[in-house]
T-cell receptor, first 113, second 113 residues
Framework: DTAVSQTPKYLVTQMGNDKSIKCEQN?????MYWYKQDSKKFLKIMFS???????INETVPNRFSPKSPDKAHLNLHINSLELGDSAVYFC????????????FGSGTQLSVL | DAKTTQPPSMDCAEGRAANLPCNHS???????VYWYRQIHSQGPQYIIH???NNETNEMASLIITEDRKSSTLILPHATLRDTAVYYC??????????????FGQGTELSVKP
């Protein structure tokens, strides 16, 4: 069983489109995250949710809207996609908001054309 | 969070120990040292963490100097599957922005046959 699973693995779309990336964890964790890895391989946090409540929002454009329907899911919706949004997006989870031991998914490679 | 410095790349022969250094001279008393790695096309993977004592688990050993200004991650018998980018992260737990890991450039370890 995959602990943190993301879909889709690859996403190719045109500028201006709206797309979603889904994330699910079966670890029983109550905290989930979205990280972004750019073309230079820098990995940076975007959002964190604890018990469905937004905790961290790292000055991400409001075209990015995370949604947590329950503790096991954290989806990322992106409106009006731009070329600069091309990156690999990683979902992660942890047991508690103060726990720095994160479990990451395998990533979603987003390409905006 | 304290800044970390790692060599950009290292080579290691298969079957030998891989010793990955990390400098964190500005580390505070309550900050832990965490190690993650990212194998190509995968999400980051937690390896180990420690405060001041040396730590060992099934993946690696972590040696922290007495003054805590540097540490070494040891993979005792490196295999080709250990080829990855290794990240040293310093972080104080219990902060209200838990899970906000600052990934630097890391060390790209190449294990060669």
């Amino acid at each position: 069983d995959t602990a943190v699973s993301q879909t889709p693995k690859y996403l190719v779309t045109q500028m201006g489109n709206d797309k979603s990336i889904k994330c699910e964890q079966n670890l029983g964790h109550d905290t989930m995250y979205w990280y972004k890895q750019d073309s230079k391989k820098f990995l940076k946090i975007m959002f964190s949710y604890n018990n469905k409540e937004l905790i961290i929002n790292e000055t991400v454009p409001n075209r990015f809207s995370p949604k947590s329907p329950d503790k096991a899911h954290l989806n990322l919706h992106i409106n009006s996609l731009e070329l600069g949004d091309s990156a690999v997006y990683f979902c992660a989870s942890s047991h508690g908001i103060t726990n720095e031991k994160l479990f990451f998914g395998s990533g979603t490679q987003l390409s905006v054309l | 969070d304290a800044k970390t410095t790692q060599p950009p790349s290292m080579d290691c022969a298969e079957g030998r120990a891989a010793n990955l250094p990390c400098n964190h001279s500005t580390i505070s008393g309550n900050e832990y040292v965490y190690w993650y790695r990212q194998i190509h096309s995968q999400g980051p993977q937690y390896i180990i963490h420690g405060l001041k004592n040396n730590e060992t688990n099934e993946m690696a050993s972590l040696i922290i100097t007495e003054d805590r200004k540097s540490s070494t991650l040891i993979l005792p018998h490196a295999t080709l599957r250990d080829t990855a980018v290794y990240y040293c992260i310093v972080r104080a737990p219990g902060m209200n922005q838990g899970g906000k890991l600052i990934f630097g450039q890391g060390t790209e370890l190449s294990v060669k046959p």
